[in-house]
C-alpha cells in the first residue's frame, strides 16, 4: 500500500471510529502500524513517528491504559491529521489562501448540503432513480463545482466537474458509489479547512480511481460528453442573454420597448421553485447589501480593486444561485451586470459614477426580483428591460443617460422595497413556505395588475400598500395551505433567521437557568413569603410567569431537528447492509422532530450502535429471509416521535428478532441468571435487558460490523447519561423494536424535592407516578428479604433512601413518612422519604468534573437558599436497589 | 460569609514580586501546611455542604460556589487525624489542580484555619522525613523551613487530583481488551 493511500485508509477510519468504539480503534491502530510503516519506506520520519505514536496511543486506549479516553482519543485525531497534512504538504504545492470569510461559510454550508446530497443518493438508490432527483444531485454538484472554483479548490472543482460530466453521459444507470464517495472526500476536504483555512487538498487517488471505475461502468460516451461538460454548464443560465447580440441603437436605446405597457410587471414562474429559494433570497440580500456597502465605499472614491471583486463576487453567486433555482429573471439581470463587472475588473472599462449607478440599480431591481419569492411585488417589465440593456450598453462604454422618467425610477423607489415587502405581505401568508405561497402570489403579479398599480402609485411607500393588495388573494390559499406549510417549518422562516453562535446562545441559556434560581431564591425567601401585601405578591407572581416563559423560550432557541442525524443514518444503513451483503431498506419517520441540541449531538453513538446492531444481527440475509416467507429485501423503520413528557426513537427491524432461549442459556452460562428460576417465567423486559450488559454478545460469528457485545453497553450508557432509557420489544421471527426514550432537554427538569432528615433530594416529576403515606395493612415484609407495599393490587418493593444514601438521619417508621411510587421504563417500586417538601423547577448541574459517577444521583440542583440538593437518577436508583435486593 | 480572593492574597505579596515561591499556610490541629498559592483560588466560610453518598470517608460532599457545584474533601479526613469540630475559624479553600490531561479540577478542602502567605525559596525546602510522618509520602512535596517552625508542603494534584477513580468502564474495557487479544490471537 502507498504511503497515499494508507494515510487515505487511516483518516477514513479515523472518521468513523469514536472513543467509545474500541472494535474500530482496534482497526484504526493497524491502520496507523501500516502507515508508520509506509512512512517510513519513504522517507517521511515525521509522518512515521507521529503515526506510530497515534498507534500506540490509541491501543493504550483500548487496553484501558489511559486516564482520560476522550482526551487521549483527540489525540489520536490530530495526530491523523497532522499526518494527512504532512504528506499533502510534501507532495502538493501550497494553495492560494481563499478569502477565510468566505471559505469559513462555505465550509459551515457544506456540513449541511454534503449530507443532504448523500441523502438524495441513498434514498433514490432505494426508491429508486427518478430523473427529478438525478437532475438535483447534479444541481448540487454543479453549485458545488461552482463554489470550489470560487474557492480556488481547483482539486474539488476538477473533481465535481469529472463527476458532473459522468453523472451527464451515464445513460444506464446513476454513478451512486462515485457521489457518495465525492461526499467523503469533500467532507475530509471541509474538516481539514475547518481546521486550516490553507490546508491542501487531500488525496484525490480514491475519488479519481472510483469516478473512472464508474465511468467504465457506463456508457462510452463519457468522452464526448465530458468535452461538452463546460458548455451544459454554462447551459445552466439559460435565459442569460448574449450582450454583444442585444445592443441597441444609441439615439433611442429603448425605443422598441415602448410597446411593453408601462404597468406590465415582472412575471416569474414561482409555481416550481423548491424549498432552497427562501434560503437563497436570504442569502443573496446578503450578498446585495454587502454589494451596495462595497459600491458606497467606491463611490466614496476608494479605488480598492478587491471591492469591485466583493461586488462581483455577489452578482456572480446570485447568478449561480438563480440558475439552479431556476429563476432565470433573476439570472437576467444578475449576469448583465456581472458582465459589466467583469469589465470593470479587467479594467476594460474605468469605474465611473455611470456603471456604479447601474450597479446600485441592478442591485436595487435584484432585491424586488428577490422579494418576489417572499411574495414581494414584482418589479415593471420595462424597468428589468431598460436596465439590462443599460447595462449591456456600459459593457460597451456607452452610457445611454437616464432612460424616460418613470421608467428609470428603480433607483429611487424602489430601493426600500425588497426588505419591507418581504416582511409586510406576509404578514398575510407568513407561515407559507415559499412554494405554497407561490400560487397566491401569481395573481397579483399577472392578473391583478390594475387592481395594484394604482395603490402603488398612490401611496408613498411600497411596503404600506402591501398588505392591502395581497391579503385578499393570500388570505385563502393560506388556510390550505397551512398545514403543509407547518411540515416546511424551517424553510418558511428563513427570511427572519438569524445565525447565532452556540456559545452566545448556551451562555443565554445558562443566564435564564440562574434567573429562574435567584427569582425562586426570593419568591422562597421567608422574610418576602412573610409579606401579606396583594400587590406585591401578585407582581411576584407576574414576574414567576415572564420568568417560565423566558426559560422556555430560551430552551427553545436550542431545539433543532433529528434531520440531519437521520440522514447520517441512511447513509450507514447502505453501507452496513453493503458490507454485509443484505438488501435493507430504511424507512424514516418523523425527522422534523425537535430535540435540544446537545441531546441530538449525543443520540449519535447510541444509534448507529442500534442500527449497525439491526443490520448485522437482526435481519436475515436474503436467502434466510425467503425461505421464512418474508420479502427479500429487510425493512428498518427509524422513527420519532413525542410521547409525554419526552421524545422517543424507534429502531424497528423485520428481522429474526432477540432469541430468548439463546439469551437465556448464556445468562445461565455466565451466571447472571439463578439456575433455580424457572426460566419461562422470566418476564421478556428483564431478558432482553441482558443485552445490554457489557461483553454480553449472543453473536455466533463476531463480524466487522458488531457481534462483540460491546455496543448495546454503550448504547444504555449514554442514553442514561441523558437521562433517557432504552426498551426493547421484540417477536421470534418478526423482528425488534428498540426503543430510546429521551428527555426533551437537559438543562432543567421538573422536580419534587423530598427530605430524609435534615437533607433535600430532588425527584424528576415525571418518574414519579403518586405518593402516599402507608398504612400498616399495605404493608408487608416478604420473607426477610424486603419490605413491599400493595399498591392498586401491584405489590411493589419498597426502597427506603436514606439507606440507600447511607444517611445516618431520617425517619425509619413507614408509616410516618411518604412512599413515592417511581417508575422507569417498565420498573417500579416505593421509595421512602420523609415528607415531600414541593415542586420547582431545577437547573441540572455536574457535581464537579472530576467527580466519579454516583449510583442513583444524576446530579446537583442549587436550591431557593443557596444549598446543594442532589439530583435522584431513578433509573439508577431502582436498578442498585433491585440487584442490592437480589444479591441480599 | 467572609470571601478573600486570590487577587487579594496577591496584592499582600512580600518584598518578592513573583508568586512561584509563595505558599499559603493553614492549620489542621496543631500542623502547619502549606500549599502553592498560584493553586488556590479563593478562600471562603464554611457554608452548607450537601453530603454525597457512595463516596470515601473524605469526601465531605459538595457546595454551591456561586452557582457552580464544586466537591468538597475533609483534609483531616484525608490524612487519617481526628476528626474535630467546625470552629469559626474553619474554612473552604477553593483550590485548582490540572489534570494529567489539561483540565483543571476545581475543588475545596476543609481546614481548622488559614494563616498566611509565606515565601519559602527552594532552598528553603527539603525532602519529607523517610518515616515519622502521619500523612503518606505521596501527599507531601517538601518540608518547609521557617525561622520558627517547619511546615508540611502539599502536593495538590495528588491529595484533590482523585486518582482513584471509580472503576467505572473497567467492565467495559475489560471486555474490549479480551476482544483485541482474541483479535491478535486469531
Redesign the interface.
Known amino acids: 500500500m502507498g504511503l497515499k493511500a494508507s494515510i487515505q485508509a487511516a483518516a477514513k477510519a479515523a472518521v468513523l471510529t469514536d472513543a467509545g468504539d474500541?472494535?474500530s480503534l482496534?482497526v484504526l491502530s493497524e491502520l496507523l502500524r501500516q502507515l508508520a510503516t509506509d512512512a517510513a519506506a519513504e522517507g517521511v520520519p515525521e509522518v512515521a513517528r507521529t503515526s506510530s505514536d497515534a498507534a500506540e496511543l490509541s491501543?493504550a486506549i483500548?487496553?484501558?491504559q489511559v486516564?482520560?479516553?476522550e482526551?487521549?482519543f483527540q489525540k489520536v485525531m490530530d495526530a491523523v491529521r497532522a499526518c494527512d497534512t504532512a504528506v499533502e504538504q510534501a507532495s502538493a504545492p501550497p494553495r492560494e489562501p481563499a478569502d477565510p470569510e468566505l471559505l469559513l461559510a462555505w465550509v459551515t454550508s457544506c456540513e449541511s448540503t454534503l449530507p443532504e446530497i448523500e441523502h438524495l443518493a441513498v434514498t433514490a438508490e432505494s426508491r429508486g432513480f427518478t430523473g427529478e432527483t438525478a437532475a438535483e444531485i447534479r444541481r448540487r454538484i454543479h453549485t458545488l463545482k461552482g463554489e470550489c472554483g470560487v474557492l480556488s479548490l481547483s482539486e474539488a472543482q476538477s473533481l465535481c466537474h469529472e463527476l458532473e460530466s459522468l453523472i451527464d453521459a451515464s445513460t444506464t444507470g446513476f454513478p451512486i458509489e462515485a457521489v457518495l464517495v465525492l461526499c467523503d472526500w469533500m467532507k475530509s476536504l471541509t474538516a481539514a479547512l475547518r481546521n486550516d483555512p490553507a490546508a491542501a487538498e487531500p488525496d484525490t487517488s480514491v475519488v479519481r480511481s472510483a469516478l473512472s471505475d464508474a465511468s467504465n461502468g457506463s456508457d462510452p460516451a463519457t468522452e464526448a460528453a465530458t468535452t461538452t461538460a463546460t458548455t451544459t454548464a454554462n447551459a445552466a443560465t439559460p435565459a442569460a442573454p448574449q450582450p454583444e447580440a442585444a445592443v441597441a441603437p444609441v439615439e433611442n436605446p429603448f425605443a422598441d420597448l415602448d410597446s411593453i405597457p408601462y404597468d406590465q410587471r415582472v412575471v416569474m414562474d414561482l409555481e416550481n421553485v423548491d424549498e432552497n429559494a427562501a434560503d437563497f433570497a436570504l442569502e443573496a440580500r446578503e450578498h446585495l447589501a454587502n454589494a451596495e456597502t462595497a459600491v458606497l465605499t467606491l463611490e466614496s472614491g476608494a479605488t480598492d480593486p478587491e471591492q469591485v471583486n466583493i461586488v462581483f463576487r455577489a452578482f456572480h453567486t446570485i447568478k449561480g444561485v438563480a440558475g439552479f433555482l431556476n429563476l432565470p429573471r433573476i439570472v437576467e439581470v444578475a449576469h448583465a451586470a456581472e458582465f459589466l463587472l467583469d469589465k470593470v475588473r479587467s479594467n476594460k472599462i474605468a469605474l465611473s459614477p455611470n456603471v456604479l449607478e447601474l450597479v446600485l440599480a441592478s442591485s436595487d431591481l435584484l432585491g424586488q426580483l428577490i422579494g418576489m419569492l417572499g411574495g414581494g411585488d414584482a418589479p415593471r417589465e420595462r424597468d428589468l428591460k431598460i436596465l439590462v440593456r443599460r447595462l449591456e450598453a456600459a459593457c460597451e462604454g456607452r452610457f445611454p443617460g437616464a432612460a424616460p422618467t418613470e421608467a428609470s425610477t428603480p433607483a429611487t423607489d424602489s430601493r426600500p422595497v425588497p426588505a419591507p415587502a418581504g416582511a409586510s405581505v406576509s404578514a398575510g401568508a407568513k407561515s407559507l413556505a415559499p412554494v405554497t405561497a407561490a400560487p397566491a402570489v401569481n395573481p397579483s403579479a399577472t392578473d391583478v395588475p390594475a387592481a395594484s398599480v394604482p395603490a402603488v402609485e398612490t401611496a408613498s411607500t411600497p411596503s404600506t400598500t402591501a398588505p392591502s393588495t395581497s391579503p385578499t388573494p393570500a388570505a385563502a390559499p393560506a388556510g390550505e395551505a397551512s398545514s403543509t406549510a407547518a411540515k416546511h417549518g424551517m424553510s418558511n422562516k428563513a427570511d427572519q433567521t438569524v445565525k447565532v453562535s452556540t456559545q452566545r446562545m448556551d451562555a443565554l441559556v445558562n443566564l435564564v437557568g440562574?434567573l429562574v434560581?435567584a427569582q425562586l431564591m426570593v419568591v422562597q425567601d421567608p422574610v418576602v413569603g412573610g409579606l401579606a401585601d396583594q400587590r406585591v405578591q401578585r407582581n411576584l407572581s407576574h414576574l414567576g410567569k415572564i420568568v417560565r416563559d423566558l426559560q422556555e423560550t430560551s430552551m427553545s432557541l436550542r431545539m433543532v431537528t433529528l434531520k440531519s442525524t437521520f440522514q447520517k443514518m441512511a447513509r450507514l444503513v447502505r453501507d452496513v447492509a453493503a458490507k454485509a451483503g443484505k438488501r435493507i431498506q430504511l424507512e424514516v419517520e418523523g425527522e422534523d422532530v425537535e430535540l435540544d441540541r446537545n441531546v441530538v449531538e449525543e443520540i449519535g453513538d447510541p444509534l448507529v450502535h442500534m442500527i449497525r446492531n439491526a443490520c448485522d444481527h437482526g435481519i436475515e440475509p436474503a436467502a434466510d429471509r425467503v425461505a421464512v416467507g418474508k420479502t427479500e429485501t429487510g425493512t428498518l423503520r427509524l422513527r420519532a416521535f413525542h410521547s409525554g413528557g419526552s421524545i422517543v426513537i424507534e429502531v424497528e427491524d423485520d428481522g429474526r428478532g432477540l432469541s430468548r432461549e439463546r439469551i437465556i442459556r448464556k445468562c445461565l452460562e455466565k451466571g447472571l441468571i439463578d439456575p433455580s428460576r424457572n426460566t419461562a417465567e422470566i418476564p421478556d423486559s428483564e431478558v432482553f435487558n441482558y443485552i445490554f450488559l457489557?461483553?454480553f454478545s449472543t453473536a455466533e460469528k463476531?463480524t466487522d460490523i458488531s457481534g462483540?457485545?460491546?455496543g448495546m453497553?454503550?448504547v444504555r450508557?449514554n442514553i442514561e447519561a441523558l437521562r433517557g432509557s432504552v426498551e426493547i420489544r421484540s417477536t421470534p421471527g418478526k423482528g425488534s423494536v428498540f426503543s430510546m426514550r429521551l428527555p426533551l432537554t437537559m438543562a432543567i427538569i421538573d422536580g419534587m424535592v423530598v427530605r430524609v432528615g435534615s437533607?433535600r433530594y430532588i425527584v424528576p416529576t415525571l418518574n414519579i407516578e403518586r405518593s402516599f403515606r402507608p398504612t400498616a395493612e399495605q404493608l408487608t415484609t416478604v420473607l426477610g428479604k424486603g419490605e413491599v407495599a400493595k399498591v392498586r393490587d401491584a405489590l411493589l418493593p419498597i426502597h427506603r433512601l436514606q439507606r440507600?444514601?447511607?444517611?445516618a438521619e431520617g425517619e425509619r417508621e413507614l408509616e410516618k413518612g411518604l412512599l413515592l411510587v417511581l417508575e422507569n421504563g417498565k420498573r417500579r417500586a416505593c421509595v421512602f422519604v420523609d415528607e415531600i417538601l414541593g415542586q420547582q423547577q431545577v437547573v441540572i448541574?455536574?457535581?464537579?468534573?472530576?467527580?466519579?459517577?454516583?449510583?442513583?444521583?444524576s446530579g446537583?440542583a442549587?436550591l431557593g437558599d443557596?444549598?446543594?440538593?442532589?439530583i435522584v437518577d431513578v433509573g439508577g436508583l431502582l436498578e442498585s436497589a433491585t440487584t442490592a435486593l437480589v444479591a441480599a | 460569609m467572609s470571601t478573600h480572593d486570590r487577587n487579594d492574597s496577591n496584592t499582600a505579596r512580600g518584598t518578592n514580586g513573583s508568586n512561584e515561591h509563595k505558599f499559603l499556610t493553614f492549620c489542621l490541629g496543631n500542623e502547619h501546611f502549606g500549599v502553592e498559592i498560584l493553586r488556590v483560588r479563593e478562600i471562603i466560610g464554611l457554608i452548607a455542604i450537601t453530603p454525597l453518598p457512595q463516596t470515601p470517608p473524605y469526601v465531605k460532599g459538595v457546595m454551591n460556589l456561586r452557582g457552580r457545584i464544586i466537591p468538597v474533601i475533609d483534609l483531616r479526613q484525608r490524612f487519617g487525624l481526628s476528626a474535630s469540630d467546625a470552629t469559626k475559624e474553619t474554612c473552604v479553600v477553593v483550590l485548582e489542580a490540572a489534570n494529567d490531561d489539561g483540565s483543571q479540577t476545581v475543588m475545596g478542602a476543609v481546614v481548622d484555619s488559614v494563616r498566611e502567605v509565606q515565601d519559602i525559596p527552594p532552598a528553603a525546602i527539603e525532602p519529607p522525613p523517610e518515616f515519622g510522618c502521619e500523612i503518606p509520602l505521596k501527599y507531601i512535596l517538601g518540608m518547609g523551613k521557617l525561622k520558627d517552625r517547619v511546615v508540611v508542603l502539599l502536593e495538590i494534584a495528588e491529595v484533590i487530583g482523585m486518582r482513584e477513580r471509580a472503576q467505572i468502564a473497567g467492565a467495559i474495557k475489560d471486555s474490549a481488551a479480551a476482544g483485541i487479544a482474541e483479535r491478535r490471537a486469531a
Not at chain 1, 847 to 852: C, E, H, I, R
Not at chain 1, 866 to 870: C, I, K, N, S
Open positions: 474500541l472494535q482496534v491501543e483500548v487496553l484501558r486516564n482520560d479516553v482526551k487521549a440562574e434560581i457489557p461483553g463476531v462483540r457485545g460491546v453497553d454503550v450508557r437533607q440507600m444514601f447511607n444517611l448541574k455536574t457535581l464537579g468534573d472530576s467527580q466519579p459517577q454516583i449510583r442513583g444521583v446537583g442549587i443557596g444549598r446543594v440538593a442532589l
